[in-house]
């Protein structure tokens, strides 16, 4: 209790004060107080000065709070509601959003509960989240402006990467501070030979140089100031080759970049065949044997991996020498190949054996592919040693695992004569099948190939109903 004649505080009680000093400190500490009953009835309401006339508000005395709510956020009053009765004064806060009406657009309160009294009362004291929201909205507008703004940067990077990918002249853009190459396309990379990681970021005065002498960045920025675009003359390093560079000075970032476009002054192209160049290197130095032949089958060219398979001393010894006469069967392995090629285009991993100089033969894979040479047909064959893979490969069911099984019963039952007779035609049926699978079917290389006529053939084939 408080001591007479004294304005202090004593066992934590709060002194007397006058109700209209309660209802001004009220209306201070909070933007919004109701006090409600525990059926969530409004009995009264307060408001700062700053929030609401109070005339907008007074429509909700004698009404439940529940009416002047957001259709979300009368659950979640009713379950704080529920909360507080049942913990006698221990929740959190809830954030609750007011209906809009006539008077007043939608606000955000967020609601403290206290006990007032033991009549049930329960006051709610109110923070408006109005400028919070705002802030928020503003914020959200904010980063959707700016992802807009990224988005529209990664479409005019994405243009411009394809532009530059596209462009086959090439192009280089270079720091006027530094001299050294900010960014470039793969024209340039291929024309100077190197990757574009490592060309971004060096000295464009080490790729190449003014013809008649001089700073080379001097020169661009000279140039480009003219009114008229003007082509500084330079030269490369690395192949001395004259080339014309034309300059185009723009700043970037606080910063002045110079676009240079290069040319050459020759007249020839600047982009170098690199299919070319890697297609020569891989036929002189490939590990597989590589050689090209023409409709007739005779040699036109052939590279080293085949000169050191077929023992061949030089090239010129096997020039128009027919290719099948390094092949083990000879005509019949270069007529499957051509005539497969021929008529499909290509023909993969056709197995035969090659027969070298001195009379060595070892197990070969080709593949013949048919191109176009012009005026006559040509054809290029790639040979692969298959002598190891041959060994290690688990050998194909042999007529002793099935057919022969079946031969070997008839022992006892049958005359030797007739054994045998049956013996001849399980090895007739299977070097058929295999002759018809490595000619692809073709009925006139399998009869060449097993020395038959191809009216033989077709009875056999009849025969064994392999038809």
Not at 105 to 120: K, L, N, Q, T, V
Not at 358 to 369: D, L, Q, W
Request: net charge negative; glycine share 8%; proline share 3%.
């Amino acid at each position: 209790m408080m001591s007479p004649g004294e304005m202090t505080w004593t066992s934590g009680l709060i002194p007397m004060i006058e109700p209209d000093v309660v209802t001004e400190i009220i209306s201070r500490i909070a933007d919004l107080a109701l006090i409600v009953t525990k059926e969530g009835q409004v009995m009264g309401i307060m408001a700062s000065p700053n929030f609401m006339p109070k005339s907008s508000l007074e429509k909700w005395e004698g009404k439940s709070l529940n009416d002047g709510l957001t259709v979300e956020s009368v659950s979640k009053f009713e379950d704080r509601l529920a909360s507080f009765l049942e913990s006698g004064g221990a929740v959190l806060p809830v954030e609750l959003n007011h209906a809009a009406t006539d008077d007043y657009a939608e606000f955000p309160i967020r609601y403290s509960f206290h006990r007032i009294g033991s009549d049930g009362a329960i006051l709610l004291l109110g923070r408006d989240l109005r400028p919070i929201a705002e802030m928020q909205q503003q914020l959200v507008a904010a980063q959707i402006a700016l992802e807009k703004d990224y988005e529209t940067q990664r479409e005019y990077d994405t243009r411009f990467r394809v532009l530059m990918a596209s462009s086959s002249e090439v192009t280089l853009f270079v720091s006027t501070a530094t001299g050294k190459i900010t960014d470039c396309n793969a024209a340039a990379a291929a024309f100077f030979a190197k990757s574009r990681a490592e060309l971004i970021g060096s000295d464009v005065q080490g790729s190449f140089e003014v013809a008649q002498g001089g700073n080379l960045i001097a020169a661009l920025i000279d140039a480009s100031s003219g009114q008229s675009p003007e082509s500084v003359a330079a030269r490369s390093k690395k192949t001395q080759r004259a080339l014309a560079v034309a300059p185009t000075l723009f700043r970037s970032g606080g910063e002045q970049v110079l676009l240079c476009r290069v040319t050459a002054t020759d007249g020839s192209t600047m982009q170098p065949d690199l299919l070319q160049d890697n297609l020569s290197g891989l036929y002189r130095e490939g590990v597989d044997a590589m050689l090209f032949i023409s409709q007739s089958g005779s040699i036109l060219s052939a590279n080293d991996a085949f000169l050191n398979m077929a023992d061949v001393t030089h090239a010129q010894a096997i020039r128009g020498r027919p290719v099948s006469d390094f092949l083990g069967r000879g005509s019949v392995d270069l007529n499957v190949m051509l005539e497969n090629a021929g008529r499909t285009g290509s023909m993969r991993l056709y197995a035969t054996r090659l027969v070298s100089e001195h009379g060595t033969e070892r197990a070969i894979e080709a593949s013949t592919t048919k191109l176009d040479g012009g005026d006559i047909q040509v054809f290029a064959l790639v040979i692969r040693d298959a002598s190891r893979v041959e060994a290690i490969r688990s050998p194909g069911q042999s007529p002793t695992d099935v057919d022969m099984r079946s031969v070997i019963e008839l022992i006892g039952s049958q005359t030797l004569k007739d054994i045998v007779a049956k013996t001849t035609d399980v090895v007739e049926k299977m070097c058929i099948e295999t002759a018809v699978e490595l000619t692809s079917n073709n009925r006139v290389a399998a009869a060449e190939m097993l020395g038959l006529s191809r009216q033989s053939l077709y009875v056999k084939l009849r025969k064994y109903g392999l038809l």
